[in-house]
């Protein structure tokens, strides 16, 4: 069973579908990150979300956030939402946050699939380990590092395109090639520094913009 | 309330409420000639982070019992900075220890100082971990001519990192500089300010009121505006404490806390002010190429602020990690709730999020504004019992 549910194929399909929802994001301007919630029984896409950040003010928008809500409202309506969520596991490209690892919790959810790290305020082992908790709805377990490379890159695409003019951003694309053995390291602390800039409703790299 | 006044209390970071911890030390008296040269010596050539807080040379008074082994009670001084004389209840630490006072190496080549009286101060030679005669030759040898008879001594542990630590620690054993200690932040909510949050308060109260007659969780919430005055959003929760006991269509939505629907207002409210200020100014900013394929356009900045910048959430009970981080995301400036909620609070009890070092924004936060006036319906909302109970119970008797 548990080999069914974190099956490689199955697993790297269900990521691209998530990778997918974070190029939707990037295509309006949105920080590239996308969630799938899939059924684990019969591989059935439950919901699928991105960041929403810039579009809604409202910065407790993140792709999770955005499943969830998705799923709950196409949901039969006699389920509630630990049933639902404790039979499926949720792929996100890049490391729930501090918020929406509380949010998985009482949201029922006991497997959690995610792409990079986010350094800055992850809540699955970065900055806080808020998925193993003692209270506060269900423990869940972690799988890590399933295309973190394209979930980077996809940041890092963001960051470039939000930030063409600034300074900081040319410097790294020139300091890129001579460093190219600590390259997915950079990647790393700067797909996280471009969540951390962004997450909190897209407004700040509006004003560093403008 | 009568019989109540008004307060709350400020929650700082863990270092900024930890009490006094010691840290086992070698000291020796010294004569007041020699404590220049010494410390001199001592700052060349023992540098132990462990000891980087602290000064080399305690000054001043000398009982009989000798120097430095405050190890007795030492209650915080909160806001006391009054605080003055020698740490009550001192107590000597080894100084009777034959393994430490007796002759053995150079330290003891010559008889100590006379050190009776008031004229002579003590020095901070390093710490216990590593005894004095084992600091290697060189150091043996810049020590010999101070004839010092070292004694175990113990001595603030952490450098403090709050105003009221400085305070109290410093008569255990002289601090170096005082710590960035922000007495702005420090201080406790005064009023006139207190007032209008407690009457904050008191809306947020009577919403987790209402929520809690009508089944949920009773938890209430009021965002104000960065004037003090205006309230911008108030919220209550909209989660069901006992969710199977009740039919499906009055089932409410499992994340509904009472901060994240009050966020979602203010967000609302936001991009309301947004697109009217983009439909009068229209054209003022070019639309941006993405170059990932979409080529969006950008409305400006909201002119309603930016997110919940500048304001400060009234809570009735302590968030959990996920409200914490929603207020943290949302760049909130100060929280203030009534009560702690020990099992899963995140700004003070299980975490503190908001003085988190790795987390990219920081804030206030007050705890304890009209904890008094919490009745019993107006509880907790993440423990997520499917248990039913008694939800129609009356929940703030003294409000309603």
Excluded at chain 2, 277 to 294: E, I, K, Y
């Amino acid at each position: 069973m548990a080999a069914a549910r974190f099956g490689v194929e199955s697993r790297e399909g269900n990521m691209r579908l998530a990778l997918a929802e974070a190029e939707k994001a990037l295509a309006v301007q949105e920080v590239p990150i996308g969630c799938v919630i899939v059924r684990n029984c019969d591989g059935h896409v439950v919901a699928r979300g991105r960041n929403n950040t810039v579009a809604t003010g409202d910065a407790t928008r993140h792709a999770e956030f955005e499943a969830i809500d998705a799923a709950l409202a196409h949901a039969d309506t006699g389920a509630i939402a630990s049933d639902l969520f404790d039979a499926c596991t949720l792929y996100v490209t890049c490391e729930p946050c501090v918020m929406c690892a509380a949010a998985l919790r009482y949201a029922g959810f006991r497997h959690v699939c995610f792409g990079c790290r986010n350094d800055k305020f992850g809540g699955c082992g970065s900055a806080l380990s808020v998925h193993q908790a003692p209270t506060g709805g269900t423990s869940f377990q972690v799988e890590e590092g399933v295309f973190a490379e394209e979930a980077i890159a996809l940041l890092r695409r963001f960051y470039a395109n939000e930030n063409v003019n600034a300074p900081q951003a040319r410097k790294r694309q020139r300091n890129a090639p001579a460093a190219a053995g600590s390259e997915s390291v950079d990647a790393e602390v700067e797909a996280s520094d471009v969540r951390a800039c962004v997450s909190g409703g897209g407004s700040e790299s509006q004003s560093a913009e403008g | 309330m009568p019989g109540h006044e008004l307060c709350a209390f400020r929650v700082g970071s863990e270092e900024e409420e930890r009490e006094l911890e010691l840290l086992d030390v070698y000291v020796a008296d010294v004569s007041p000639a020699q404590a220049q040269a010494l410390s001199r010596v001592l700052a060349r050539h023992v540098r132990q982070p462990e000891i980087a807080h602290l000064k080399r040379i305690r000054s001043g008074r000398l009982d009989a019992a000798g120097v430095g082994g405050a190890s007795g009670d030492f209650r915080r001084a909160r806001g006391s900075t009054g605080h003055d004389g020698e740490a009550p209840g001192a107590t000597p630490v080894g100084a009777n220890g034959a393994s430490f006072a007796a002759p053995a190496g150079p330290f003891a080549a010559a008889p100590a100082a006379a050190c009776t009286g008031a004229q002579h101060v003590v020095a901070l030679l390093c710490t216990a971990a590593v005894p004095p005669d084992a600091l290697g030759d060189e150091v043996t040898r810049a020590l010999l001519p101070f004839a010092l008879r070292p004694r175990l001594a113990r001595v603030p542990r952490n450098a403090p990192a709050a105003r009221w630590q400085y305070d109290a620690w410093l008569h255990v054993w002289p601090l170096m500089c005082p710590p960035h200690v922000h007495a702005a932040v420090h201080r406790a909510l005064a009023e006139p300010e207190l007032s209008a949050l407690a009457a904050h308060m008191r809306t947020a109260l009577r919403a987790a009121a209402d929520a809690a007659i009508d089944g949920a969780d009773g938890v209430g919430v009021v965002i104000v505006a960065p004037d003090g005055t205006t309230a911008l959003a108030v919220g209550s929760h909209g989660t069901w404490h006992a969710c199977r006991s009740r039919p499906a269509a009055q089932r409410a939505h499992v994340l509904h806390h009472a901060v994240m629907r009050a966020v979602g207002i203010v967000g609302a409210r936001n991009v309301a002010q947004r697109d009217g200020a983009l439909v009068r100014g229209a054209g003022a900013r070019a639309p941006v190429d993405g170059g990932g394929g979409g080529g969006a356009e950008h409305g400006p900045r909201p002119i309603g602020g930016y997110l919940c910048s500048g304001c400060t959430a009234v809570v009735t009970i302590e968030p959990c990690a996920m409200c914490a981080m929603a207020l943290l995301h949302s760049r909130i400036a100060r929280v203030v709730y009534a009560r702690p909620d020990p099992e899963c609070g995140a700004l003070g009890s299980r975490y503190r999020l908001h003085t988190h070092r790795q987390l990219n924004h920081r804030f206030e936060v007050h705890r304890g504004l009209c904890a008094h006036e919490v009745g019993p319906g107006v509880a907790a909302s993440c423990r997520l019992e499917d248990a039913p109970r008694d939800a129609a119970a009356p929940a703030l008797q003294s409000l309603s």
